[in-house]
Nanobody
Framework: QVQLVESGGGLVQAGGSLRLSCATSGRTFSLYHLGWFRQAPGKEREPVAAISSSGGNTYYADSVKGRFTISRDNAVNTVSLQMNSLKPEDTAVYYC?????????????????????WGQGTQVTVSS
């Protein structure tokens, strides 16, 4: 059974940093692309960042480009999201997600419909 467990959320002042981690289990981690999404109250879940199975291709939403960095460590089955220069508008529940099917080494998706497994989410709150 595939499981994803996020950690690292919390309360931080604007301009601060947080590092989110997502530990996965249940299958060969290195074969799948992964994504981070977020959902703020009253808003739809949106893609934040994604990374291909090889780690060579990454995506960032325009709103986080230059501030967030996605990375993966296939040796320990973990994907991380380093978030710097946080803003109040980054406040949301953050989710990591994985697809059911193996994709190409350099492929990733930013469509939440393409992801089948989701973590429970971790709250990030940025105060002004």
């Amino acid at each position: 059974q595939v499981q994803l467990v996020e950690s690292g959320g919390g309360l931080v002042q604007a301009g601060g940093s947080l590092r989110l981690s997502c530990a996965t289990s249940g299958r060969t981690f290195s074969l799948y692309h992964l994504g981070w999404f977020r959902q703020a109250p009253g808003k739809e879940r949106e893609p934040v960042a994604a990374i291909s199975s090889s780690g060579g291709n990454t995506y960032y939403a325009d709103s986080v480009k230059g501030r967030f960095t996605i990375s993966r460590d296939n040796a320990v089955n973990t994907v991380s999201l380093q978030m710097n220069s946080l803003k109040p508008e980054d406040t949301a529940v953050y989710y990591c997600a994985a697809p059911r099917y193996i994709s190409g080494r350099d492929f990733y998706s930013t469509e939440k419909e393409d992801y089948d497994y989701w973590g429970q989410g971790t709250q990030v709150t940025v105060s002004s």
